[in-house]
């Protein structure tokens, strides 16, 4: 048997549906999902201050508190830096490397390295 989608924990927290099996339950993604609706971040976050509460603990809470109804949170996810992928192409770095030239590099660089890999022709 499988176990259950960590997200269904979260589904069954807000739409008030029971659940049997509590052995995929992982609080840190309950927590940062509910954490994203502003009705329920406060809770999420009361939860985060008490880490060491078993799981069951931790979804009975939730489950108590958190009214029913439908959530659409958006999970936050990081900016790309507009010349990331030219940088990775340019000195053949990973992208936590070209993350870190990107801090050093200053914009008369940047436009260097623009125009070195200008193969020229249509730009569509």
Request: charged fraction near 25%; aromatic fraction near 8%; hydrophobic fraction near 30%.
């Amino acid at each position: 048997m499988t176990k259950p989608n960590p997200f269904e924990y979260v589904k069954a927290i807000t739409d008030k549906t029971k659940v049997t099996d509590m052995s995929g339950y992982v609080p840190y993604l309950s927590n940062h999902s509910l954490s994203n609706n502003l009705d329920t971040v406060m809770l999420a976050n009361e939860m985060n201050t008490h880490p060491n509460l078993p799981p069951v603990c931790q979804f009975d809470f939730l489950d108590g508190t958190v009214r029913k109804g439908k959530r659409w949170g958006k999970w936050n996810k990081p900016k790309e830096h507009p010349h990331l992928e030219l940088v990775m192409a340019y000195f053949c770095y990973n992208k936590q490397k070209a993350l870190e030239a990107l801090t050093v590099l200053t914009q008369r660089d940047i436009k260097a390295i623009i125009e070195s890999q200008d193969k020229g022709g249509n730009s569509k």
